[in-house]
């Protein structure tokens, strides 16, 4: 089915198809062409820190930074019940275990509930700021100090959020608050640490090119054609994160009043505009109907399949899936969209 309003759409206004064009009428399209380090440079100082490492995917950003933290089997990562799966995947690929906690109102990793998670095993704290939202890092790297554990943000859905942790991994996925079609980076001012997740993303092939591999690695490499885009994205993410403050704000205004809608916690920055809603079913029905795509909230991981726990209750994060969801989010939506959409809300609940 497609939609008149779909939940997300690329915005490529920038220098995107001129720096693509560049790319393969240069020939340069594997990992080894320019913008890769161009793209690695501008992300890494946007965010004030001096290393950036591309990759394939968020998935794989995350994944690398645990193995260069020499996160492996036997070890445990603490990571939030309500995420994205590809959060909790990435430990389980290293061969360590997720330990999940529990969200707070603001659908983040409820720091109070962190400490009692902590074991001789531990290694690494995962927060993700959801939709946008920045965690509450003054706490978790408190927690990290105090236990000696390291941190690694998972920022795919938090792009202008200002990194604190020792690494950061951003997604660079189609809807993203950046793209690169498909895609990842990870940040850190710790150059061993780059250099590992460079190493790491590479095959682990040595520097005299001898063919002879110290570790199992990966090829998670990014395309100079990705990093052609990522690039020209960076250079527009000001402005992106500008028009998506915009975007917020005119659904809190449209919507605060609704009753039957509960507005979530304002974002640091804006990935998809998240709100609950009583009947959210029937709502979201009527929105298809209306054109209007809607996405849920994230199951929580202890109700995942794969990381089923009869015994956690997880109560936060289950509520929040029942009645959660977002709407129409991205760069390119205007101002009569969001009135159609919101006045098709208003309409739902009789409050034209
Ligand atoms: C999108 C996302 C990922 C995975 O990123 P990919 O680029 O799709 O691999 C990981 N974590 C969170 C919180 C995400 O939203």
């Known amino acids: 089915m497609s939609y008149t309003y779909p939940v997300s759409m690329p915005w490529l206004k920038g220098r995107e198809l001129e720096y693509v064009t560049e790319a393969v009428s240069g020939g340069w399209i594997s990992s080894q062409g320019p913008y890769v380090r161009q793209f690695e440079e501008a992300f890494a100082a946007y965010n004030d820190m001096p290393h950036g490492v591309a990759c394939s995917s968020g998935t794989t950003a995350l994944t690398l930074a645990l193995r260069a933290l020499g996160v492996g089997p036997g070890d445990e990562v603490i990571v939030p019940e309500f995420t994205m799966i590809a959060t909790a995947w990435a430990v389980t690929y290293t061969g360590a275990t997720p330990v999940f906690v529990d969200c707070g109102d603001d659908l983040n990793i409820d720091v109070s509930r962190i400490e009692e998670k902590i074991t001789p095993r531990t290694k690494v704290i995962m927060p993700v700021h959801i939709y946008g939202r920045q965690c509450d890092m003054d706490a978790i790297m408190n927690l990290a100090y105090e236990y000696n ?185 205007t101002a009569q969209d969001q009135e159609f959409i919101t006045d098709r809300v208003r309409a739902f609940y009789g409050v034209l």
């Open 149 to 333: 554990l390291r941190v690694v943000e998972d920022s795919a859905e938090a792009h202008g959020v200002r990194p604190v942790g020792d690494i950061a991994c951003f997604s660079l996925f189609a809807n993203k608050i950046i793209t690169a079609g498909e895609g990842g980076v990870c940040v850190t001012r710790d150059a061993h640490l780059a250099e590992q997740m460079a190493h790491l993303r590479a095959m682990a092939f040595t520097k005299d090119h001898s063919f002879l591999h110290k570790k199992l690695a990966y090829n998670y490499r990014m395309t100079n054609m990705q990093a052609a885009v990522a690039l020209a994205q960076t250079e527009q993410l000001d402005t992106i994160l500008a028009t998506r403050r915009d975007i917020e704000k005119r659904y809190d205004e449209a919507l605060r009043d609704v009753p039957g809608i509960t507005l979530m916690p304002a974002r640091d920055v804006l990935w998809m505009y998240d709100l609950r809603a009583e009947r959210s079913e029937e709502l979201r029905a009527y929105l298809a109907d209306q054109g209007v795509e809607t996405r849920v909230f994230f199951k929580p991981m202890s109700r995942q399949p794969g990381y089923y726990d009869a015994n956690w209750p997880s109560l936060n994060a289950s509520r929040f899936s029942e009645d959660g969801f977002y709407l129409p989010t991205h760069t390119g939506l």
